[in-house]
């Protein structure tokens, strides 16, 4: 009997047995990191990359992860745009953390532990007064390399950081789809105002033209497809709802890259399953002659994130053809296991040489880690 059917049998009867969901949530997750096998051929030099490896953007900072970089290829060298998290050392009986004012200017927020109005049970975000605020304040770097494994920062290449108020509190997991001879970037911009995806573009990685959110809270990983379909723009998306839906993936249409519509929801959660509590996007889809192969990240409740794929029709990418029922790649090394967040894989960046699909992905929300796939073999796991 397939796992789902055993999870599915379970949960009708687990009142009857007297499961608690926290109970059976713990046995789900065990049941399913014994069973789940994945299909990457990771990079014996993992990780290639760990937060001692660079420097901090500026004197009083310190960085304490490297997560999920964007991906592409210029000037014949495979590159990295690398979310790089930094806090601030931190001392006994305070909290310290960064945010950028709208200048991009970075300011320090002092608050006492025992502050009543302080709540702090999250290493990543923390209330104060009501508001929320990230612990790290994240920017995104250039490194490249010559053989896809040994990267390292070239110079006369800047950082990339948050400009105004809508990325008072950094950007994040950068999307990368060249169309023509323009680079899109595709990233996640917070603030207190909310969660949003904002875009640049660049033709030479020095200069960027700053294209403003084109798509407001609370959305995130978005992905636009790397050539027009029926003389459109299309992007992969995923607005959030707290109290009704769930964390789904979109697709949105657009005449010029910049103003979106006609939404449509084309990718859920699903019950018992590996990706039970949200989906999101992983990098730009990729063309074969059976339709638009996309990878993307799911999660289930706790919060334990693997690689999954589906296919989209090439003409008609609103239509979903197929879907994997098991992960392509699960948390298993060490060091997508134990990190800042345990038990994370995140790709939002790959580079495609034929049949070779060459994933890199943040790993337990520290490192960044690369793997090999072969197309046709995901391909072959679509149901």
Known sequence: MGGFFIFKALASFKILLGVSKKTFLYIQLTYEKATMKDIARRFPENPLLKPSNLLPSSIGLQVICLLNPGVFVFEDKTWLLVRVAENIPQKEGVIFFPIANALGQIEIIEISLDDP????????VITYKGQDYLTTLSHLRLLCSDDGVHFYEPDDYPLITGIGYLEQFGIEDCRVSKIDNTYHLTYTAVSNSGVGVGLRTTTDWKTFEQKGMIFPPHNKDCAIFEERINGKYYALHRPSSKEIGGNYIWIAESPDGLHWGNHQCIIKTREHHWDSA?????????KTEFGWLEIYHGANAENFYCLGAFLMDLDHPTKVISRTVKPIMIPTESYETSGFFGGVVFTNG???DGDQLTIYY???DEFVCGAHFSIKEILSLLE
């Open 117 to 124: 109005d302080l709540i702090a049970d999250d290493a990543r």
């Open 278 to 286: 949200r989906v999101g996007a992983g990098a730009a889809p990729i």
């Open 350 to 352: 790959h580079v495609v």
């Open 362 to 364: 943040g790993a337990a």
